[in-house]
């Protein structure tokens, strides 16, 4: 895996008011954040699959979370060749 985790998958924008002019008129601030990866939210998402099978059900955690960070890298690539 290099180094490209796909970038935020839910940014957001909070906008807030933090006073008013002297018109009334508010005067705004805000505040960004960039939210999980893709790539964990592609581990989350796969692992979830995993964990509903039967057969990855018993394995322990560290095998199921290597599983699914695999299976994100792969989407990512795959992704990627779009």
């Known amino acids: 895996m290099d180094n490209d985790n796909g970038g935020s998958a839910f940014p957001a924008t909070l906008e807030y008011i933090i006073g008013y002019q002297d018109n009334g008129v508010?005067?705004?601030?805000?505040?960004?954040?960039?939210?999980?990866?893709?790539?964990?939210?592609?581990?989350?998402?796969?692992?979830?699959?995993?964990?509903?099978?039967?057969?990855?059900?018993?394995?322990?955690?560290?095998?199921?979370?290597t599983y699914a960070y695999r299976m994100a890298d792969a989407m990512l690539a795959e992704r990627n060749k779009i």
């Open 26 to 65: 508010p005067i705004y601030g805000k505040d960004s954040y960039p939210g999980m990866t893709l790539r964990d939210y592609f581990a989350a998402q796969a692992m979830q699959g995993f964990l509903a099978s039967s057969t990855m059900f018993d394995q322990s955690d560290p095998v199921v979370s």
